[in-house]
């Protein structure tokens, strides 16, 4: 509840008004929300029901201790057990005056909700008029309105309060003839509403009024509408007033009940009537089902568009998933695909396997191995916590330090000077050309007479004058070839062979550049001639690629015959296994089919010996079985009826005492509340009303029916435990004596096959 207090503080001593507001507001700091018996006293505290009011009352009993200590004065200050120092008494005094009402509040709002209705239906009831209390607000009970303020200074959450803003004047000191200050006439401390904030006025003000005999105003009909039920009017609220008036017309027109000769027009039209409202009321249970199905297919709707949007999202979930997965495969595929074909190039550079050692000065001559450059895959990483040589500073990462750094700068830094280039000097100081100038004026002369060469026009060939003719050189000698009778002597023969080798390649090189010094003139010459040829060198170029085609061709027909001749090779090895296989296998599974067989045989002499002796058993056992089923049988239906009979027999007497006993109380209690009202309603009520009444009797006879086969449902739902525990009791015993009548039997039954056996045995 929210505390609006207005305070003045007094002018003088200001500091004694706070300190005696703060004693106050601690004396009243200990203060509960709600007393013990506020549903009581208090007019605005409410329940809901008669239950609810039972259960305050308890509530409130409980709370207040009826306990009493009454000291004993001559074991006064004992602290022995049996000289106690006090007594307790039971206090029969009642907090409750016994003028107050201790029923609950909610009869009196029936009773007045009720003629309510009444008088909304028969205009000419008319209400009792309610004689209200004069509160006396300023009179006797001026302390139930107003109390002194609660002034918080020293609560962690304070009240909301708005105090008055203190004046500040110029203080003025006290004549000196008085002895004691001044003491101001008026001196307001403060104001507390006791109300709550659900005493707010929240709906519209209705202002009273007085009705004139023998009037009836319309604005009357429609005292039922309130604030938020009915107001402000609407379409429906409009139409049921045009209803209204014209039942009202209609009741005008309708002949007098003195009148006896127009009785059956009344009836007629009293008839129609009653079929067009029986017609609206059709028509607005039609509207509302209708209403109710819009809204259940929109719900539908709305319940299939959330669940399509779930599927799309778990469908889309799932499929980035499996994307993901995918991926994740493809990925694993191409680097599996990598280091396959890594290895694979790795293993075409060493066909012949040979180990060989690192060559350290190959390595870090190589700016491309793995001493400068290791890779990732071997599991080095040269630019780890590569970030901490970032260079992290101020001046560089921010505008303010660009700027900064900007001003400390020089200004040639900022606005460049151009300078023009001088001319360079050609020429010494004797006036000799330098070497760098001669040097360039050579060059620009060579590049000016190879520009002039490119752009010059080629003239056409002209034919040769005279046929050369190409040197045959002499054919190789064989190379003898020696036999060797171990291995030492081979690796001896083929090392002198390679070094045989390497001496003769080392003496046709030497030969070969000594050739070239001494004819480097001629080869010039050649050069610039060399165009001449053209013809026989076009020749021998073809010539050289038929050879290689041809060649290549060999090499290609040769690798084709060795994939057919391993492929053939393979094909046979297969079939050969498979041939292989499936033999053993044949064998193996005929081995043991013969032996599964032979077992087979035994098996099924040893199963006739059996069913040979057993057969006498078994019809002997079959028929007792039979026998005593059907006696089980008839047993147990005879206790079943029995049981079912006198359980049926229980609960439908106690089912009817019940129903009658529950039928009397309520139809007592529904008297007593249905005659108060009817009483009322006797003297003033007409013909047309009578009527409704009986009509509206008949609509609810079908009421205590329905509440009549609830109570059966409840009782037999009650009296079902005690059915099962019956059974339960009756199975008990019958499966005790089943039991033993069963072993009984068993006992005979072995008596009769060990003489059935004995009588074998002598026979």
Not at 534 to 539: F, I, K, M, T, V
Not at 580 to 607: G, V
Not at 721 to 750: G, N, S, W, Y
């Amino acid at each position: 509840m929210s505390h609006v207090v207005t305070i003045k503080e007094p002018q003088a001593k200001p500091q004694v008004s706070q300190t005696q507001c703060r004693m106050r507001s601690e004396l009243r700091g200990n203060v509960s929300s709600s007393r013990a018996y506020d549903f009581l006293y208090d007019p605005l505290f409410t329940l809901s029901s008669e239950k609810d009011h039972a259960q305050a009352t308890i509530q409130a009993t409980l709370v207040r201790n009826k306990l009493r200590k009454v000291p004993r004065f001559r074991t006064m200050f004992s602290n022995l057990t049996h000289y106690p120092r006090f007594s307790l008494y039971w206090d029969k005094s009642d907090p409750i005056p016994p003028f107050v009402s201790r029923e609950w509040k909610g009869h009196e709002e029936q009773r007045r909700e009720a003629l309510r209705q009444l008088a909304a239906s028969d205009p000419s009831f008319q209400m009792p008029k309610e004689v209200y209390e004069d509160p006396e607000v300023t009179g006797k009970n001026r302390y139930k309105y107003f109390e002194r303020p609660f002034l918080p200074f020293y609560k962690q959450m304070p009240f909301t309060i708005a105090y008055s803003v203190t004046k500040t004047e110029p203080y003025t000191f006290p004549p000196a003839s008085t002895k004691y200050p001044p003491i101001p006439s008026k001196c307001t401390v403060g104001t507390q509403t006791d109300y709550r904030d659900s005493e707010v006025q929240t709906d519209p003000y209705s202002a009273e009024y007085v009705v004139c005999q023998d009037s009836i105003p319309e604005l009357l009909t429609l005292a039922t509408l309130t604030w938020g039920r009915g107001l402000p009017a609407g379409q429906a609220e409009v139409e049921m007033i045009e209803r209204a008036r014209e039942k009202r017309a209609w009741e005008t027109t309708l002949p007098p009940l003195t009148d006896t000769t127009q009785f059956e027009k009344r009836r007629r039209m009293m008839n129609a009537m009653e079929r067009k409202e029986w017609a609206f009321r059709e028509q607005e249970i039609q509207k509302l089902q209708d209403i109710r199905l819009e809204v259940l297919k929109q719900l539908l709707k709305k319940r299939e568009e959330n669940q399509n949007e779930v599927n799309m999202k778990k469908l889309n979930a799932q499929w980035y998933k499996l994307q993901e997965a995918k991926e994740a495969k493809v990925a694993k595929i191409q680097r599996s695909h990598v280091s396959a074909n890594r290895k694979l190039v790795g293993k075409g550079k060493n066909v012949e396997g040979k180990l060989e050692r690192r060559n350290i000065i190959k390595d870090y001559s190589d700016y491309a191995s793995q001493t400068y450059g290791p890779l990732a895959r071997l599991g080095r990483f040269p630019d780890n916590n590569s970030e901490n040589f970032v260079v992290k500073n101020h001046f560089l990462n921010t505008y303010e330090g660009l700027v900064e750094l900007e001003s400390c700068l020089p200004d040639f830094v900022t606005q460049p000077r151009i300078r023009p280039l001088k001319p360079k000097a050609i020429t010494t100081k004797a006036g000799f050309l330098k070497r760098a100038a001669r040097l360039e004026h050579e060059l620009e002369e060579v590049h000016k007479a190879l520009l002039d060469k490119k752009k010059k026009v080629l003239e056409p060939k002209k034919p040769l004058r005279f046929l050369l003719r190409n040197p045959i050189p002499p054919p190789r000698l064989p190379t003898p070839t020696l036999e060797m009778s171990s291995n030492e002597e081979e690796e001896i023969e083929m090392a002198v062979i390679f070094l045989q080798k390497l001496l003769r390649g080392r003496v046709v090189q030497n030969m070969m550049f000594e050739g070239k010094e001494k004819r480097l003139e001629l080869i010039h010459e050649l050069r610039t001639s060399h165009a001449l040829q053209e013809d026989e060198r076009l020749l021998k170029k073809a010539e050289k690629q038929v050879t290689l085609a041809l060649q290549r061709q060999r090499n290609l027909h040769e690798h084709k015959v060795l994939l057919v001749e391993n492929h053939l090779a393979g094909l046979e090895g297969r079939a050969l296994a498979d041939m292989f296989d499936f033999l053993s296998k044949e064998l193996i599974r005929l081995q043991e089919e013969r032996r599964i067989h032979a077992f087979a045989m035994l098996a099924e002499r040893q199963r006739r010996m059996r069913e040979a002796e057993e057969s006498g058993r078994r019809q002997v056992e079959q028929r007792r079985l039979r026998e005593e089923d059907q006696i089980f049988k008839e047993v147990i239906k005879v206790h079943h009826s029995t049981v079912a009979s006198y359980l049926e027999d229980i609960i439908l007497s106690t089912e009817e005492n019940t129903a009658e006993e529950q039928a009397r109380a309520e139809i007592e209690k529904m008297a007593e509340e249905i005659n108060d009202i009817a009483y009322e309603m006797e003297s003033r009520r007409t013909q047309l009303q009578s009527e409704e009444i009986v009509a509206e009797l008949v609509y609810r006879f079908l009421i205590p029916e329905v509440q009549k086969d609830f109570v059966k449902e409840k009782v037999r739902n009650a009296q079902r435990k005690h059915i099962l525990a019956a059974h339960e009791i009756i199975h008990r015993h019958t499966d005790a004596m089943v039991r033993e009548k069963f072993a009984t039997e068993q006992e005979d039954e072995v008596s009769d096959t060990e003489e059935v056996t004995q009588n074998e045995e002598n026979s």
